[in-house]
């Protein structure tokens, strides 16, 4: 069992920064993806940024590519998601979610999740 805990969430104004993180109860496995999800009321929940482990490979959504930037602590069990120019439309719930496997956004489903940090960005 994995438990991860979000943090860092808040309110910022467009153009602002935030940096989350998501403390792993314990050392996530190299085989493992471990990564971001946001979900916007009425939407559905979508993969912002992930990394695999092994390799150290990212992955990003199109909407935040060159301005997310995830990253991860091993010492820590700690994954960062820096977010800079952010804009109203990333205003979301933020979820930090791992799982097996070296493909992180495929249509394999992420088994372990946290509890959300709230972002929220205003114009």
């Known amino acids: 069992q994995v438990q991860l805990v979000e943090s860092g969430g808040g309110s910022v104004q467009a153009g602002g920064s935030l940096r989350l993180s998501c403390v792993a109860s314990?050392?996530?496995?190299?085989?493992?993806?471990i990564g971001w999800f946001r979900q916007s009321s009425g939407q559905e929940r979508k993969g912002v940024a992930a990394?695999?482990?092994?390799?150290?490979?990212?992955y990003y959504a199109d909407s935040v590519k060159g301005r997310f930037t995830i990253s991860q602590d091993n010492a820590k069990n700690t994954l960062y998601l820096q977010m800079n120019s952010l804009k109203p439309e990333d205003t979301a719930m933020y979820y930090c979610?791992?799982?097996?496997?070296?493909?992180?956004?495929?249509?394999?489903?992420?088994?372990?999740w946290g509890q959300g940090t709230q972002v929220t960005v205003s114009s």
């Open positions: 990394i695999y482990i092994g390799a150290g490979t990212t």
């Open positions: 979610a791992a799982r097996p496997g070296d493909v992180c956004f495929d249509r394999r489903p992420f088994g372990y």
């Open positions: 314990t050392v996530i496995r190299s085989n493992y993806c």
